[in-house]
């Protein structure tokens, strides 16, 4: 305990030291984060400076190990530095998909040369991933998807199309399920890993209902993925055919990250707040306000309860369902609360005293996120059947 | 501190989960006293056997003859009443009266923790002045008189109230009924003159008082906590009582919707079982989820309190509001996935359905503690 209390002000020293006092706010729109990748630029000095030191201390995957790329940093002392950039608002020095999803899959199926070569690009930000999943007629009902790879020895061609490549426009390489087993539906997904330049891959953005296109089609025509990428780096990760397993982890990190399981703003009560700016409350709404705040902070609550049981191994592993599909079901409750509250101001498409419409956009975004990574319907049938054990149908 | 139970709450999760399954089971008791119309509503050897489990004097300190644990402890105890419905003075008087007894004085303790923790008394408590809870407002009146009070008014919902040794009431010593100072709590014994009882059965077969305060002398030392500062002592209480009230609300929830997962999985109809149709595979998931979260947020609220957190209070609110829905979703659907026989007295889901409605109310419903929430947060 007393070694976590040196780390903490140990913590908080280099964090005074090393934050720019423009890195301690909210983030307001995506050009406050840095995503890094080939062909990043830095919005400010900054935001260069706070990535950079963060970098070199390897902060920016604290919890991973140092000749990975990250600090090493036990849970405990991880927790100490998320609760300390809380405390001065610190923006995260860099968010990539090679963070979140592909970095846990590497940590837990990855070779030691795949470890080593792609989790320090990733921990430097120097290349920026995007995620090949869903394709269009394999949504929910992901293990239907029929993107091929054809074994030709030494390499893999790649045939088919993706969808809902969140900025696959934007990335330089793509973690991709693929088809290499036509007859097993389970085990005949290989887990690949290309550069996005290679010929034959193509992409386009999808525009959505927010105005805006984080989102792309993308599209393979015989795209050659070599098998390896040097001695104990091979293009696939865990073995060929059981790529379903990797997915699988993933989409649980992935569920977690949506559902907003840390505790974070999104599950915070919101009804002072909209008092603040709204001023008088119509009684209805303070009264759906009220209701919100209940069900807001017991969910902070549940984050809380399942991430202490996740340490310790309590929690069932079809939680995260169950997280996600409450914690997206809250969220869009809450923006369409902050579109009541916000009348007329809040309709506002591009004026610049709503940041471009920032409300709206951000109101029209939030309807995915019950769709996205498993949609609610999906979530309530996994926790159906692998928490209750109700018979399967 | 981690939002699961320690080794030792474990433990007593288990023991209390076995003693309530056995002893405080339905047939046993709630049934059992209801079918034979029970002027208490409840069993008193079944107090005696919860005395001698330790469980009566839980939140009592060590130093006053408990054992000095906290509403966690209290709080598993109380989710195994709610998921075996068992009848029992618990929350009034372990939970609730032991709270303002903690502020007594020693002659106070003295004459009444005793009895509590042998199981040979029940408390109960006096506060809601109308058919809704509004403690905010009390009305009854206490007058000095020689070198006591006399106290003159009505209470209701006073659970247990005809069958309790001891009523712990608020009352009015100074001030405007609407005033937050002015406030005393008295214990009133049984046999004080003056105390009346109009008893009455509610819905879930327990028994209720409207009690009445017809110039009821009382001496100094009946007085628990300060004279016109009582309001601090009556928050602890109700917010001891909104929690425990949640945590037995968790288990009504819980035995509830564990029974209607069971009957999920054997009902047949149009040759399946009615668990493999998605509606109500969607429902049951949706239900569980709820009834998950309010029980993170009834541990959050007991932790809170037992650590003297200036948050306990609010989120005392957030779990008996969030409690208070996910119960009654729980009830609902409970009764509703069973179908007709349901509606039957013979089967125990609606037995579920009428201790929640009961709970639902007691200290204050989901609108009232969604206002509190709102008016804690400053809207």
Sequence with gaps: ?393 | MPLYHTEDQAMLAETAAQFMGEEGAIGKQLRHWRDRGCKDGFGHDLWKQMAEMGFTGLLVPEADGGLGMGHVEAGIVLEEIGRNLTPSPFLTSSVMAASALAHASAEGKGRWLPGLIAGDSVFAVAIDEGAKHRPERIATRAEKSGNGFRLTGKKDFVVHGASADMIVVAARTAGADDDEDGVTLFAVPKDAAGLGHNSVRLVDSSMASHVTLDGVELDGDAVIGEVDGGRTVLNKVLDAGRVGAAAEGIGVARGSMDMTVDYLKQRKQFGKLIGEFQALQHRAAHLYSEVEIARAATIKAQQLLDAGSEQASLMASVAKAKVGKAAGLAVKEGVQMHGGIGMTDEYDIGLYMKRDRALAEFMGDVYYHADRVARLSGY
């Excluded at chain 1, 908080?12 to 990748?37: H, I």
């Excluded at chain 1, 995620?131 to 030709?152: A, I, N, R």
């Excluded at chain 1, 007859?183 to 927010?210: H, R, W």
């Design chain 1, 1 to 393: 305990m007393a070694d976590l209390e040196a780390f903490r002000a140990e913590t908080r020293a280099w964090l005074e030291a090393n934050c720019p006092p423009e890195m301690r706010q909210p983030v307001q729109d995506e050009s406050d984060v840095y995503w890094g990748g080939r062909r990043a630029t830095f919005k400010n000095d900054a935001q260069k400076a706070w990535f950079e030191a963060c970098r070199d201390k390897g902060y920016t995957v604290p919890a991973w190990p140092k000749e990975y790329g990250g600090a090493g940093l036990s849970p405990a002392e991880a927790k100490v530095l998320r609760e300390e950039m809380a405390r001065i608002s610190a923006r995260p020095p860099l968010s990539s998909f090679g963070i979140w999803m592909l970095g846990p899959a590497l940590l837990h199926f990855g070779t030691e040369g795949q470890k080593k070569h792609f989790l320090n690009q990733i921990a430097r930000g120097e290349i920026r991933w995007c995620q090949g999943y869903s394709e269009p007629g394999s949504g929910s009902d992901l293990v239907s998807l029929q993107t091929f790879g054809e074994d030709k020895g030494d390499h893999w061609i790649v045939n088919g199309q993706k969808i809902w490549t969140s900025y696959a426009d934007k990335a330089d390489w793509i973690f991709c399920l693929v088809r290499t087993d036509k007859a097993n539906k389970y085990q005949g997904i290989t887990f690949m890993l290309y550069d996005m330049e290679t010929p034959g891959v193509t992409t386009k953005p999808i525009l959505l209902i927010s105005g805006n296109s984080p989102f792309c089609e993308t599209f393979f025509d015989d795209v050659k993925v070599p098998k390896s990428y040097g001695e104990d780096i091979p293009a696939q990760v865990g073995e060929v055919n059981r790529g379903w397993d990797v997915a699988k982890y993933l989409l649980g990190h992935e569920r977690e990250m949506i559902s907003g399981a840390d505790g974070g703003a999104r599950t915070s009560a919101i009804g002072a707040a909209m008092k603040r700016s709204a001023g008088e409350l119509d009684p209805l709404l303070r009264a759906e306000l009220a209701m919100f705040d209940v069900d807001a902070l017991a969910y902070a609550c549940m984050g809380e309860k399942f991430l202490d049981e996740i340490k310790v191994g309590k929690a069932h592993p079809a939680q995260p369902n169950m997280m996600k599909y409450a914690g997206t079901e809250l969220n869009k409750r809450r923006h369409e609360l902050f579109m009541a509250a916000g009348g007329s101001t809040a309709l506002e498409w591009d004026s610049e005293e709503t940041r471009g419409g920032a409300r709206a956009r951000e109101w029209l975004r939030t309807k995915a996120n019950s769709i996205e990574g498993g949609t609610s319907e999906v979530m309530l049938g996994v926790v159906a059947k692998r928490i209750l054990e109700l018979p399967g149908a």
